[in-house]
């Protein structure tokens, strides 16, 4: 059975970094695109970056790109979500997810970690 397990989650002020990270079990993800999403108070679900297991190429959104990081760690089954210059819209429950290569919808979800960012 998949598993994703995010930790790392908090409340730091405006500026401050924090690492979010994905554990990952159940299967190889070799095959994988292993994907941060966050969902503010009142709002959609928004993608945030993604990352192709076997390649570690990335994808960002524009409202993170030079900000956050996504890597991951074969070894530890573990994908990374570096996040720095946080800023209070950056505030949301940021969920872990994965997908087949070749599929276009994310199959598996992790429960969530929680990011509060003050002003």
């Known amino acids: 059975q998949v598993q994703l397990v995010e930790s790392g989650g908090g409340l730091v002020q405006a500026g401050d970094s924090l690492r979010l990270s994905c554990a990952a079990s159940g299967r190889t993800f070799a095959t994988y695109v292993m994907a941060w999403f966050r969902q503010a108070p009142g709002k959609e679900r928004e993608f945030v970056t993604a990352?192709?297991?076997?390649?570690?190429?990335?994808h960002y959104a524009d409202s993170v790109k030079g900000r956050f990081t996504i890597s991951r760690d074969n070894a530890k089954n573990t994908v990374y979500l570096q996040m720095n210059n946080l800023k209070p819209e950056d505030t949301a429950v940021y969920y872990c997810a994965a997908r087949r290569v070749i599929s276009r919808e994310y199959t598996y979800w992790g429960q969530g970690t929680q990011v509060t960012v003050s002003s």
């Open positions: 990352i192709i297991w076997s390649d570690g190429t990335p």
